[in-house]
């Protein structure tokens, strides 16, 4: 089916050890977003993607690298994993073409790092 | 900067009840969108409407409704006659921008709304 996914689902990793999460979305959208939430904070923005090779950053990106080769995986990696980054991770896209201004977002994935 | 405020952390009613999540914002610009989501206890994030800074207009879907009060910076949303089913966490959203199609997202802290029988 068309959408946006996301994996791992769940995972379990140690303080130090890199981890990288995927985002795959299947309607050619050109914008792709990383959020992480947590309680009291809500949602917030660590980096996002106006397309192929280009991010730029948002609100939380220390600790996090992006990339984007294709248009429709914007993968997030931690690349040294600390406990603060235990999170809900969603990813979005959004297409330009309609004015639809919606953010359809992934299921998510539940970090925990011990 | 822009800002979302969720005032209220959680809220319960019983079932059949009327209830009204408030949401104030900031922004310095007169071209932005205001969104709600909901997050079901499955932890999906659900879109539930889109409004832009000049439409003012009040919307209603069904059992629920938005009031856009630019004068008051505040979109909130009221559940009317509740269900268990409402129970969920409820995100305002604020983007910036002419488009608002491709403009980054600042949530509120969210709501927890709890509906009981």
């Known amino acids: 089916d068309a959408g946006i996914t996301q994996s791992p689902r769940y995972k379990i990793t140690e303080t130090g050890r890199q981890v990288t999460l995927m985002c795959h979305q299947t309607?050619?959208?050109?914008?792709m977003f990383w959020y992480r939430q947590d309680l009291g904070h809500g949602l917030r923005l660590i980096y996002y993607?106006?397309?192929?090779?280009?991010?730029d950053k948002g609100e939380v990106p220390d600790g996090y690298v992006v990339s984007r080769s294709k248009t429709e995986n914007f993968p997030l990696t931690l690349e040294s994993a600390t406990r603060s980054q235990t999170s809900v991770y969603f990813c979005?896209?959004?297409?330009?073409?309609?004015?639809?201004?919606?953010?359809?977002f992934g299921p998510g994935t539940r970090l925990t790092v011990t | 900067a822009q800002k979302v405020t969720q005032a209220q952390t959680e809220i319960s009613v019983v079932e059949k009840e009327d209830v009204t999540l408030d949401c104030v914002y900031e922004?310095?610009?007169?071209?932005?969108?205001l969104f709600w989501y909901k997050q079901p206890p499955s932890g999906e994030l659900v879109f539930l409407i889109r409004?832009?800074?000049?439409?003012?207009q009040n919307e209603i879907s069904g059992r629920y409704s938005w009031n856009f009060q630019k004068s008051t910076s505040s979109f909130n949303f009221t559940i009317t006659a509740s269900q268990v089913v409402d129970s969920a966490v409820y995100f305002c959203?604020?983007?910036?921008?002419?488009?608002?199609?491709?403009?980054?997202?600042?949530f509120g802290t969210g709501t927890r709304l709890q509906v009981t029988l």
């Open positions: 309607w050619s959208h050109s914008y």
């Open positions: 922004t310095r610009d007169t071209t932005y969108y």
């Open positions: 979005a896209s959004i297409g330009i073409a309609g004015g639809l201004g919606e953010q359809y």
């Open positions: 993607s106006a397309a192929a090779d280009i991010t």
């Open positions: 409004r832009n800074s000049f439409d003012e």
């Open positions: 959203a604020l983007s910036e921008g002419d488009t608002g199609t491709a403009s980054k997202l600042t």
